[in-house]
């Protein structure tokens, strides 16, 4: 008899449980963007001035954990505000920052840091470091950053110093296609003044060292929860250490273990970028041989009536039917909705195949 032989790594990883993100009582918010207003990647925030001013998240949420400061950041030294989005069928997360600081360090190896920290999956537990597998040689290329990610974010990179450095095994991920960024400042080094970062990056369920190619992308989903978190790491004049390590997890090792980051919410569409009624749905092949097709309604607003029409002279008025074709072909399938609002209609052209 074969034995099974599962990597060290994957065995730590399927033994992580369910766990409790911090900060239990709160619950962040990511704005989901309609598909026409994406915001371009650019520097110009002005596609920003849609997002709600409850989903802007300034330096009072923010706590250092390391240098033993009180409460947030004097924001004469130093003041931050973060945006969060995300687009409905693209597994991306976009990123808004905006910070002024008293004295900009670019230092290439310890200037001003913007951290970001995300495990979509809420897969937790240690992602940089871990006592059971530090003897292994390998240790960099087999675990770090693999089930969730952690960008060190140069703000701003200074001259010949690349955007962003990833903390993991997977430096690919921080290339296009996988994320993008651009700045917007006039400050030079050691003054004072104000930076603007507009960024998107795609997190990882798994992301190996080799490359994408067995790479695995978070399905992003309305109306559930992500784990994320951010850290401002903030060095001044002649600084060899930082003065402060202010996150919004309020646990410093948010930046290596991936249970102590918190909940983030990706939201709907907010109701003034929607139509008071709007039909959707999608549909499932349960049995092939037997032309079976399950059907479900995905639409939006107060409804009172469903009238499917199946493109083969037959109909169903349940909200989410199931239908035997009496033969294989493709078909024209319309979900009509009615509701106090009016009526709505979609429309799929042989979509529906069977054989």
Same mark, same amino acid.
């Given at each position: 008899m074969k034995k099974l032989l599962i990597p060290l790594t994957c065995l730590i990883m399927l033994s992580q449980t369910v766990f409790a993100l911090e900060r239990p009582d709160t619950e962040f918010k990511i704005f989901q963007f309609p598909r026409t207003m994406i915001p371009r990647i650019d520097g110009d925030i002005s596609d920003w001035d849609i997002v709600p001013a409850s989903y802007i998240y300034g330096a009072d949420q923010l706590r250092d954990t390391v240098k033993g400061h009180e409460g947030p950041p004097d924001p004469k030294d130093l003041d931050v505000s973060v945006r969060v989005g995300?687009?409905?069928?693209?597994?991306?997360?976009?990123?808004?920052?905006?910070?002024?600081?008293?004295?900009?360090?670019?230092?290439?190896?310890?200037?001003?840091?913007?951290?970001?920290?995300?495990?979509?999956?809420?897969?937790?537990?240690?992602?940089?470091n871990n006592e059971q597998l530090e003897k292994w040689p390998d240790n960099h290329f087999r675990f770090k950053g693999v089930h969730a990610q952690n960008y060190h974010i140069f703000t701003p990179p200074g001259e010949g110093r !690349?955007?962003?450095? =990833?903390?993991?095994?997977?430096?690919?991920?921080? @290339?296009?296609?996988?994320?993008?960024?651009?700045?917007?400042?006039?400050?030079?080094?050691?003054?004072?003044?104000?930076?603007?970062?507009?960024?998107?990056?795609?997190p990882f369920d798994y992301a190996p060292f080799e490359g994408p190619e067995r790479a695995v992308v978070s399905n992003l989903v309305e109306d559930t929860i992500i784990g994320l978190s951010w850290s401002v790491l903030d060095y001044d004049e002649d600084s060899k250490a930082y003065e402060g390590f202010w996150n919004l997890s309020h646990i410093t090792r948010m930046d290596s273990n991936a249970s102590h980051q918190?909940?983030?919410?990706?939201?709907?569409?907010?109701?003034?970028?929607?139509?008071?009624?709007?039909?959707?749905?999608?549909?499932?092949?349960?049995?092939? !041989?037997?032309?079976? =097709?399950?059907?479900?309604?995905?639409?939006?607003? @107060?409804i009172t009536s469903w009238h499917w029409d199946f493109g083969d002279n037959l109909s169903s008025s349940e909200q989410n039917p199931m239908h035997s074709y009496e033969k294989g072909g493709d078909y024209i399938v319309i979900l009509t909705v009615k509701g106090p609002a009016g009526e709505a209609r979609r429309i799929k052209v042989r979509d529906v195949a069977v054989k």
């Open positions: 995300w687009v409905k069928g693209l597994n991306r997360l976009y990123f808004l920052y905006e910070a002024s600081d008293d004295y900009w360090n670019m230092h290439y190896s310890r200037g001003d840091i913007f951290e970001i920290v995300v495990d979509a999956d809420l897969s937790g537990g240690q992602f940089i !690349d955007w962003t450095m =990833v903390w993991g095994c997977q430096p690919w991920i921080k @290339e296009l296609p996988y994320s993008n960024h651009a700045y917007q400042y006039n400050f030079k080094e050691g003054d004072a003044g104000r930076l603007v970062l507009e960024f998107w990056i795609t918190v909940a983030f919410r990706l939201m709907p569409l907010e109701h003034n970028f929607r139509k008071a009624l709007e039909a959707e749905w999608s549909f499932q092949i349960v049995d092939m !041989d037997r032309h079976l =097709v399950s059907f479900n309604d995905l639409s939006y607003g @107060e």
